[in-house]
């Protein structure tokens, strides 16, 4: 079974059942074994907030050392986002194998008008996978309710109820005790029930619990969550509980943010020993995209998906800690809400653009103007898509503006591509390699082996919504190009992936097609003409930084006694120094300094033990001609070593430390961002790619998010695939091979692989293969690489200058 046809198989699942209870989910699970019963879970219930709190739980959890799932809904992109391990969606492997294990005995069921829902099955899926991967503890968000919902088939350890508004009144009742009533049927039977309810919300909650621990602002609640403010992106939130304390800050703005941080804080003291600083670290650690994500400050955009008038009321209120001038709205909702209160509730917009995500329970964007239009006295507009939408605000957006998305999950998810989709080149040569990439978008056979013949030259892969695949297919047929689309049918809630193939001219032409077209294909144009360099302005030929001018080489210098290829050789300052001037004079372009190993089961250095390595080396050396970069992911050590003269920062773990991309962009300097799933890598590890360079692309999107959310460009965020770290040998080499397609991420991109275990695969010694270095170093730098990390320089700048000489010989002349 393929991937898209599984998909399909869930996405055809009805949504709603047509009875109340967990039998059905309870029948699933029986069927595999009940793999709910050996799980330790936690259920997080409420009308808003629960996704954020169950996002700082995991993350804070995982942070204390534990191996944790994440299940929550909907999602932004791709359905396997719903079930996260240890903060990685999904495999494409593991949902076919869960739907051939159930499909026969679901179909029989369906014959009979008995079979689960979307969600019931998805819920399934989750614990399953959570069982299979010997998870230490399962982080559940409740769908509806919580007395009925699917994930109530587990026993939790702890559980929480967040806040509770009037919601979902046909089925969990008229009035907000009712509700507060059927939410609190998740509280767990040895452990207290945290609450984020007042009242008679409260009052409701303790009807059910027999031991409630409360958070909130005042002084009657259990444990006090208070919000301190807005400190640039970040809110500041202290946390009393009963014998502890947190002080930190959340990439969560807002005060409800603060009572949710206070409720995962209490959770995560329930079920694990954790630490203070654990406790600080994991909540700082928990973005959670479209929750009042700042995606630029000057015009202000913030996307925020909150879809009743309670999440929006908040939404004004962390708006107002911000200073603009006008406020353009680009809004779009479901038929299933208050439109009328929602309008009410926005925060005093002067401009409105009212839109319709590409979804079916989408609203009529009239519909929501009308709404606006009743509630508000700003000017309002209508667009039939998102993209559209928000080009419109944009356009009309001062610098000193703000514009919010708000509305709806799905409405932000549309908005969100503006500034995560990636356009990925793909090397097609032959008609073998046409078919495999076709494939790989989870086209169908026959439309793989019809479309391949005309693959072989500008091939593009991306995701877009259906309307937008379905438009973009057409006109590609129509120049004489083609357009494959995946087999996937997520019912309009779900991005495909499409295979692009046309000749530059017709890529050209079909850019100039969709100018002006709606369902965000205008601003999709601009996109494709940026991905293939067509109708764009010179680029700057003035060399900013080292590999501006060519591939950059990068001479490592490891003041550590235990690092794999030199470790110890270069220990004191004064040996350190003068390896660090004969890589110099070798050629080399930039010195990286590290005084950590990050080898697999590497032990960590302490902050302070760092800094006495380093520094004291930068120092000496900052006065070379040459650019200087601290290997660390460590931030306090990052700054002590931008301090004393660095220039780069090298982060291996990915900008895990939540200071790091905050120290950078005070700095104004360049970030490696290495993809890592755990930074030493665990030599125990087993981990599993679909496809190592395309989920390399998907996670390092986000990272560099992070970074470009912090005030960096994308020319200072540097990418790093990763060579070495939680991949095989064979999946090292397609790194290798395929690193054309990190090209779009729009970054530029780092190569290390000098002397490490991926040569293994063609018989050479890790630590010892300098020839095979060498080789790697070419391909690298033939194949687009803006720097190598080497050990050794002079083998490795001849390597890169024949390479370089080959693409433009005309350049050594001169």
Not at 16 to 41: H, K
Not at 484 to 497: I, N, P, Y
Request: glycine share 8%; aromatic share 4%.
């Amino acid at each position: 079974m393929e991937f898209h046809e599984a998909a399909n198989f869930l996405f055809e699942l009805r949504r709603f059942a047509p009875r109340a209870g967990t039998d059905a989910t309870q029948d699933l699970l029986s069927s595999l074994g009940d793999p709910q019963e050996g799980l330790r879970c936690i259920q997080i219930a409420g009308s808003n907030g629960k996704g954020s709190t169950a996002r700082m739980v995991e993350r804070t959890l995982r942070e204390a050392g534990l191996d944790v799932g994440l299940y929550t809904s909907p999602h932004l992109d791709d359905v396997r986002e719903r079930i996260r391990i240890n903060g990685r969606k999904l495999s494409e492997a593991a949902l076919v194998e869960f739907v051939e294990s159930v499909r026969a005995d679901m179909t029989e069921q369906a014959a009979a008008n008995d079979s689960p829902t979307f969600f019931e099955t998805m819920t399934a899926l989750a614990l399953w996978e959570f069982d299979r991967q010997d998870i230490d503890i399962a982080v559940l968000e409740v769908g509806i309710g919580g007395r009925y919902d699917a994930t109530s088939v587990v026993d939790p350890v702890a559980s929480a109820v967040t806040s509770v508004t009037l919601e979902h009144t046909h089925i969990l009742g008229d009035t907000v005790e009712e509700i507060a009533y059927d939410k609190a049927h998740v509280a767990p039977e040895d452990a207290p029930l945290v609450a984020g309810t007042t009242g008679d919300a409260l009052a409701a909650v303790r009807e059910v619990a027999d031991d409630v621990v409360t958070v909130g602002e005042g002084d009657d609640a259990d444990v006090t969550a208070t919000y301190d403010g807005r400190e640039g992106l970040e809110g500041a939130v202290s946390v009393d509980g009963s014998g502890w304390r947190v002080d930190t800050y959340l990439p969560l703005l807002g005060a409800h943010q603060a009572q949710n941080a206070g409720i995962a804080a209490t959770l995560c003291q329930q079920v694990a020993d954790i630490s203070q600083t654990d406790l600080e670290r994991g909540l700082r650690n928990a973005h959670w995209p479209g929750r009042f994500e700042v995606m630029n400050e000057s015009p202000l955009v913030v996307l925020d998906g909150a879809h009743n008038p309670g999440s929006i009321e908040r939404t004004a209120e962390t708006l107002s800690s911000f200073d603009y001038d006008n406020l353009h709205v680009v809004i779009g909702a479901m038929v299933d809400k208050d439109h009328e209160r929602i309008a009410a509730a926005l925060p005093d917009p002067d401009h409105v653009v009212a839109c319709q995500p590409n979804v079916d329970r989408a609203e009529s964007h009239h519909v929501v103007a009308a709404a606006v239009e009743n509630a508000t006295d700003a000017t309002v507009e209508t667009r039939s898509d998102v993209a559209g939408a928000l080009d419109i605000a944009l356009d009309a957006a001062d610098s000193g503006d703000a514009v919010l998305v708000v509305g709806s999950l799905y409405a932000v998810r549309e908005a969100r591509t503006n500034w995560s989709r990636s356009l990925v080149p793909k090397q097609v040569d032959s008609l073998a390699e046409a078919r495999e990439t076709i494939e790989s978008a989870h086209i169908t056979d026959t439309g793989a082996w019809r479309m391949r013949g005309k693959g072989v030259h500008r091939v593009l892969r991306t995701r877009v919504q259906p309307r937008q695949a379905q438009y973009l297919k057409e006109e590609l047929l129509s120049l004489g190009g083609e357009c494959a689309v995946s087999g996937l049918d997520g019912q309009g809630e779900e991005t495909l992936d499409v295979v692009m193939m046309a000749t530059m001219a017709q890529y050209k032409r079909l850019a100039e097609k969709l100018d002006g077209q709606p369902y965000g294909l205008a601003s999709f144009a601009d996109e494709l003409r940026g991905a293939l360099s067509i109708q764009q302005s010179e680029p700057d030929t003035s060399a900013a930084y080292p590999w501006d001018d060519g591939t950059a080489v990068m001479g490592i210098c490891n003041i550590t006694p235990d690092s794999f290829h030199d470790g110890g050789e270069y220990n004191a300052v004064e040996d350190a120094v003068a390896r660090a001037e004969r890589m110099v004079e070798a050629g080399a372009d930039i010195l990286d300094i590290g005084g950590e190993s990050t080898r697999p089961g590497a032990e960590p250095v302490p902050v302070e033990e760092e800094i006495d390595r380093v520094v004291p080396v930068i120092e000496r050396l900052s006065e070379l001609d040459v650019a200087i970069s601290v290997d660390t992911r460590k931030a306090p050590v990052a700054r002590a070593a931008l301090d004393a003269g660095a220039d780069i920062l090298n982060d291996v773990s990915g900008l895990e430390d939540p200071e790091m991309r905050l120290v950078a962009a005070e700095y104004d300097v360049p970030v490696v961002v290495m993809h890592s799933i755990e930074t030493p890598v665990d030599p125990d590890s087993d981990i599993h790619y679909d496809d190592v360079v395309e989920d390399c692309i998907d996670q390092l999107t986000e990272r560099i998010l992070l970074a470009e959310k912090a005030g960096l460009d994308r020319d200072q965020i540097i990418v790093d695939p990763g060579v070495g770290f939680g991949k095989s040998p064979t999946e090292d080499f397609k790194l290798l091979d395929r690193l054309p397609e990190f090209e779009a991420l729009g970054c530029p991109i780092l190569v290390g692989h000098s002397h490490k275990s991926l040569f293994g695969l063609v018989g050479q010694e890790a630590g010892d293969c300098l020839e095979a270095t060498i080789a790697g170093t070419t391909l690298a730098a033939e194949r687009g690489a803006d720097i190598v990390r080497v050990h050794d320089v002079p083998e490795n700048v001849a390597a890169v200058r024949v390479a370089e000489a080959a693409r433009d010989p005309q350049k050594f002349e001169d």
